[in-house]
């Protein structure tokens, strides 16, 4: 089966609730109504029934509807998020104004109660939008220092990674880490990987093999990789590394000679924002890849974001993704 097929097949193992909460978005609903069909997950959408479905061209009606002017929990909820954000002098009514008015913050505030499991969006929405609440409500998981992203990178006809399966990190967040927080996204992304894929094998990239060149970047992710090893040192793990010696078998042998990881990689760690989301967009238009995400991870509860340029079958893959992450949690 491909990438996504295994990941569906293991969504419909333990269904979980994913929120939706652009209920007005077509894209949106069309997707919600093929999850149902497969029964990938249960899905919530946030409004009034009668007004999402008349905007629907598809059956809804395996949905769950939270409509914010009559949802009895509302209050349990607005108080919820006002003990959440008492330190910014949040106020239970003001609490109350923005779940009424902003589906972003009820959609993360439904996965903090335990309503939902997790939550995609992003559709109609930018990453600041959709990530804002939940950096806020939802936080980081305990003993991770921040949240960053991932994309699942599935290339063709390739024989490097596991069959072409990769994770590139971190493509969508985190402008430039430095080596403390590099060596926390090596290991979220190795998280990631095992909990999606299997078992991680970590490279560290630079424009240099363990030594070929000398700067300072250079030195950033030698120390962020001798943190990630101090980290987690049953990790298969090692930088610093040129791409085409992370991933090509015969080049690794070559320029790190009885390195494991070298040519072995299928977690690929960025060094800045910039290489990341450069380096994911050419795999993606050049070699024809499917890239799923940005996925995110470090974060309490799993929050997904969308490209707004998003297919209804992306928004499928990234719910069954969600789900699969949120069974991962427990």
């Not at 994309?151 to 399966?165: A, H």
Request: hydrophobic share 45%.
């Amino acid at each position: 089966m491909s990438f996504i097929e295994n990941i569906k097949t293991q969504a419909k193992s333990n269904l979980k609730t994913i929120v939706l909460p652009e209920s007005f978005e077509p894209r949106t609903l069309q997707a919600a109504a093929q999850i149902a069909q497969e029964g990938l997950a249960k899905i919530i959408l946030i409004g009034n029934r009668e007004k999402i479905q008349s905007v629907a061209n598809c059956d809804l009606l395996d949905a769950t509807f939270i409509d914010p002017a009559t949802y009895e929990g509302m209050n349990a909820l607005a108080t919820q998020l006002a003990d959440l954000r008492k330190a910014k002098g949040m106020t239970v009514e003001q609490a109350a104004e923005i779940l009424t008015t902003k589906p972003l913050y009820l959609g993360v505030m439904l996965v903090k109660a335990g309503i939902a499991d997790g939550m995609v969006a992003g559709a109609e929405s930018s990453t600041g939008d959709v990530m804002l609440p939940g950096l806020q409500i939802l936080k980081t998981i305990p003993g991770v220092p921040l949240v960053s992203t991932f994309f699942v990178m599935v290339v063709p006809n390739c024989e490097y990674g596991n069959n072409g399966i990769f994770v590139f990190s971190d493509c969508g967040l985190v402008q430039n880490p430095d080596a403390a927080q590099l060596a926390a996204i090596g290991k979220s992304a190795a998280d990631s990987y095992r909990a999606l894929i299997g078992e991680p094998v970590v490279a560290m990239l630079s424009h240099s093999t363990k030594g070929s060149a000398k700067h300072a970047d250079v030195d950033k992710v030698v120390e962020a990789t001798r943190l990630l090893k101090e980290m987690a040192p049953d990790l298969k793990a090692d930088g610093e590394f040129q791409l085409d010696a992370a991933i090509v078998p015969s080049i690794g042998a070559s320029k790190a000679p009885g390195n494991e990881v070298a040519g072995n990689a299928n977690v690929l760690v960025f060094p800045d924002l910039d290489s990341a989301n450069i380096g994911y967009k050419l795999v993606e238009r050049l070699a024809k890849a499917h890239a799923y995400g940005p996925i995110t991870q470090g974060i309490g509860a799993p929050l997904n974001d969308l490209s707004r340029g998003c297919s209804v079958e992306d928004i499928v893959g990234v719910v069954a993704i969600t789900a699969v992450q949120a069974q991962a949690r427990g």
